[in-house]
Structures are given as C-alpha cells and as structure tokens.
C-alpha cells in the first residue's frame, strides 16, 4: 500500500496529485518523459508495450501511439502537448475523438530540481479531467 | 447517477465537506452541525440530505432527535477508485526510476533487484 510517491485527491476532488522523488538529474528525467525512443522503455503500465506512430512535440503537436496489452488489446491514445517549458513543466491532454480510447484528462507534470545531493530530483505530476480545465 | 458519481458529486462542496469532517469527530445534531457556517439551518439540512443521499452520513431515526454521523463505506469506494490511480503511477513512475537507472550505471541501486539479493551492495565482477 505505502509506495514511494504520495498519489492523493487535490482539495478540489477533480485532481489527483502524486509526488515522487527520483534520484536522476532533471535534464535527463526530461528528456526520458518527452522522447518517444525512451517513453516505449518505461510508459507501461505493467506488462504493456508501448508502439509511437507520430511524436510531434511542440506546444499543440500530438503523440500517437498505441498500449499493447498484456492481453492482447491495443488502445490507441492520443496525447496532444499544451505547454512544454523545457526542463520544468510539461502539460498535456489526453483523448479527443472516436478514434482513441474514451479517456479526457488534463496532465501537468513538474519537474522540480531540488538541489542538495548530485542527482537528488524529484517529478511532481498532477490531472485532472478535462473538463474541470481552468484556463 | 452510479454511487461513485453521487459520492463525488456529494463531496464537490466545501461546506459539505467542512461537515463530513465534523462527522469524523463524531455524531451530532443538525443544530451543531450549522453552528460554523454562516448559512441557514434549512440550507445545512438540505447538504446533509444530499450527504444522505449519497450514502456518505446517515440519520437517527427519531424524528426530533437525529444526530448525524459518517458512513466510512462510501468513502471507501472514493479510495478504491484512486487506488486505481496509485497503482497505475507507482507502477509507471517504477518503471521510469528503473530505466533511469539503467541510464546512469553510476548511480547508487537502493533498490536492488531479485538477482543481486546476496550481495547487497557489493559489486560484482
């Protein structure tokens, strides 16, 4: 039960917030979170394979790609990037059309350098459906 | 509406959550319920039928004297669906902290994986 980050309902019940620290430089935590090549190695979720189509990363670009089951199923998912401020803020929503799996969802995730110890830095993420979006 | 809907939709209020976690303490009367909040006794009584609706609190049955007091199962369902959500993130965020490590060779392995058990540490040639 108790894991390594803290994943808990923000106050306003539309977003959920996790925290974990991780112990790489930023900069390279970036880059693993915003190369397709890396995100195929870790996006999961367990058991999953990940296949990218299309990576177009810049603010309004989209990631196509597909999760392959452990059953066998594909989801096809569309990710498309709404802020992208290199190396500490990415935002991006997932969904939009039939063509994809019926999940709406805004992700922010921040990515803190917290000093200290070489390598000591952490990765805030939050979401939140879509619909609750603020801005 | 589902109950999970009917539970989130409940709790999408302040002061309905204020209330819940009054309920926490302990059971009370719908007077000491309105006591903080700057809001009429029928406006309390309608959150707490909206409360009560949603399985989230239940009432005494005597009509005068119906203190109020929380329904943990409710909210157990609220847990169980962001279970979900942690496992999906432990898993994935797991998973990011394993490849980083095989990124940076150099780095400490805190977590040492099934094949290095007895030696703990120590490098191996």
Redesign the interface.
Do not use: N
């Given at each position: 039960m108790a894991?390594?980050?803290s994943?808990?309902?923000e106050?306003d019940?539309?977003t959920?917030l996790?925290l974990?620290v991780?112990?790489?430089p930023r900069e390279?935590?970036w880059s693993?979170?915003t190369d397709p090549k890396?995100l195929a190695?870790?996006?999961?979720?367990?058991g999953f394979t990940t296949t990218t189509s299309s990576f177009d990363f810049r603010p309004g670009g989209v990631w196509r790609f597909v999760m392959h089951g452990p059953d066998g199923r594909d989801y096809e998912n569309r990710i498309t990037f709404d802020a992208i401020v290199k190396p500490e803020r990415l935002e991006y929503h997932h969904g939009g059309g039939d063509d994809v799996e019926p999940v709406q969802f805004r992700t922010t995730v921040v990515f803190d350098d917290l000093g200290g110890k070489p390598?000591s830095r952490c990765?805030a993420?939050s979401r939140r459906p879509r619909s609750a979006r603020a801005s | 509406m589902d109950p999970l809907s009917a539970t989130?939709s409940a709790?999408?209020d302040p002061t309905r959550?204020a209330i819940l976690a009054r309920l926490a303490l302990g059971e009370s009367f719908v007077s000491e319920l309105a006591e903080p909040f700057d809001i009429s006794l029928p406006a309390v009584s309608r959150h707490l039928k909206v409360l009560e609706q949603a399985g989230l609190i239940a009432r005494g049955r005597h009509a005068q004297w119906r203190p109020c007091r929380i329904e943990l199962d409710a909210l157990k369902g609220?847990d169980e669906w962001?279970e979900e959500?942690?496992r999906?993130?432990?898993?994935?965020?797991?998973?990011?902290?394993?490849?980083?490590r095989t990124?940076?060779p150099g780095?400490?392995d805190?977590k040492s994986p099934g094949k290095n058990q007895e030696k703990k540490g120590g490098r191996k040639k």
């Open positions: 894991g390594k980050s994943i808990d309902l106050s019940l539309k959920i996790g974990r991780i112990d790489a390279l935590v693993v979170w890396h190695q870790w996006w999961g979720p367990d390598g990765a993420c | 989130f709790l999408a959550r609220v962001l959500y942690r999906l993130w432990e898993q994935r965020l797991d998973r990011l902290e394993d490849y980083l990124l940076q780095a400490p805190e």
